[in-house]
Nanobody, 120 residues
Framework: QVKLVESGGGLVQAGGSLRLSCAASGRTFNNYAMGWFRQAPGKEREFVAG??????TRYADSVKGRFTISRDNAKNVYLQMNSLKPEDTAVYYC???????????????WGQGTQVTVSS
């Protein structure tokens, strides 16, 4: 059974930083693309960042230059978030794409999400 577990969310003041982690288990994620998405109250879920097995990355325009996605092996993915803004407040989800594309991707596996709240 595939399982993705996010951690690292919390409350931070504007301008601060957080690092989200995603631990994958249940199978080998070699060649998978991994992504981070977020959903704010009353809004649709949106793509934040993605990373392919080749380490190619892609970011939403709203987070370019502030967020960095990385992976250290086939099972751990991170999202370093700097210069956080109140509009970054959302539930952040980790997801896995078996096709390897990532962007655009077909994300079949999802974590339960972790709350990020940025106060002004």
């Amino acid at each position: 059974q595939v399982k993705l577990v996010e951690s690292g969310g919390g409350l931070v003041q504007a301008g601060g930083s957080l690092r989200l982690s995603c631990a994958a288990s249940g199978r080998t994620f070699n060649n998978y693309a991994m992504g981070w998405f977020r959903q704010a109250p009353g809004k649709e879920r949106e793509f934040v960042a993605g990373i392919r097995w080749s380490s190619d990355t892609r970011y939403a325009d709203s987070v370019k230059g502030r967020f960095t996605i990385s992976r250290d092996n086939a099972k751990n993915v991170y999202l370093q978030m700097n210069s956080l803004k109140p509009e970054d407040t959302a539930v952040y989800y980790c997801a896995a794409d078996a096709s390897g594309s990532g962007f655009p991707g077909k994300y079949e596996y999802w974590g339960q999400g972790t709350q990020v709240t940025v106060s002004s």
